[in-house]
């Protein structure tokens, strides 16, 4: 790709570090820096995309609001963003927020906000070429969001046959370049992960029930994409469904709770609990 000056500049120009966009999310002065890769894993119904909506509406609404007012590429190769969801979490902080909301600001909000749809590997390829462009002209782009990096996982498999190297080429190649463009325009990324191994449906007998699920659930969490994906990432999001209920929950709190482990290379560990309302997400304080 040939650049123009401006684009150069834009390459250059620092972007804005998203160390800060959930410090309850991330192991303390631990969060997402310029140029990483943030993996958010779990099975299916343990809040991931409430999580994906939550950090979503914090970078697009403005400071004024508790946001971080920087622009998101969000890749939806599920065909599951939900917009109206979207749209009413960040209605009702701005809302809550000193200087209230109103349509225009809403409108304002969402203008930060690029949509690209992918229905296989190969057009997420494409994308993400196309992507390096924008990139590389509007630094105010500083998140891009993957809902999923694993959506096509079954699809190459099949298209790939015996040969594993064949089966995850080109998951291969859009982690090349998605490093490359870490490394240029030192972007963050967050990508959901969908899990493939489900906990048997069969009870485990009694005596060995804790040991079994502890093992089912490390299984059905392990990393499964290829190898060039998981050089990039350095932040790990586990979400499950909390097995006990926080001491400190809300006694009005009767939403399903959700916990979240994070796991970050030579950063340390943290784990959170949250519970989800109209509002979106909540995080629940020890």
Request: charged letters at 20%; hydrophobic letters at 35%; one cysteine or more.
């Amino acid at each position: 790709m040939t650049e123009t000056g401006a684009q150069l500049f834009a390459r250059l120009e620092a972007r804005r570090c998203l160390k800060d966009l959930e410090p309850r999310l991330f192991p303390e002065d631990g969060g997402p820096d310029n140029g990483e890769v943030v993996e958010i894993c779990g099975p299916e119904g343990t809040g991931k995309t409430e999580l994906l909506y939550h950090l979503l509406s914090r970078c697009l609404l403005p400071r004024g609001a508790g946001g971080l007012e920087v622009g998101v590429v969000f890749v939806d190769t599920d065909y599951s963003l939900d917009l109206l969801r979207l749209v009413s979490i960040m209605d009702h902080r701005l809302g809550a927020a000193p200087s209230g909301g109103d349509e225009a600001l809403l409108r304002s909000c969402l203008s930060r906000l690029l949509v690209v749809h992918c229905a296989s590997s190969s057009q997420l390829l494409l994308t993400l070429h196309f992507l390096e462009t924008s990139f590389a002209s509007r630094p105010a782009l500083s998140l891009l969001l993957i809902d999923s990096i694993s959506a096509f996982y079954w699809l190459d498999r099949a298209e790939g046959g015996a040969s594993y190297g064949r089966q995850e080429e080109k998951l291969a190649k859009c982690s090349e370049l998605l490093g490359r463009i870490l490394r240029d325009y030192k972007i963050t990324v967050f990508a959901s992960c969908h899990a493939i191994r489900r906990n048997s449906s069969t009870a485990p007998s009694s005596s060995s029930s804790a040991s079994s699920s502890s093992f089912s659930n490390a299984d059905q969490n392990k990393p499964y994409l290829c190898r060039s994906w998981q050089k990039l990432v350095s932040h790990r999001l586990t979400c499950s469904k909390s097995e006990t209920v926080p001491k400190m929950a809300a006694p009005a709190a009767s939403s399903t709770q959700f916990s979240v482990h994070c796991a970050s290379r030579n950063k340390g560990f943290r784990t959170s609990c949250f519970t989800v309302t109209d509002r979106g997400v909540e995080f629940i304080t020890a």
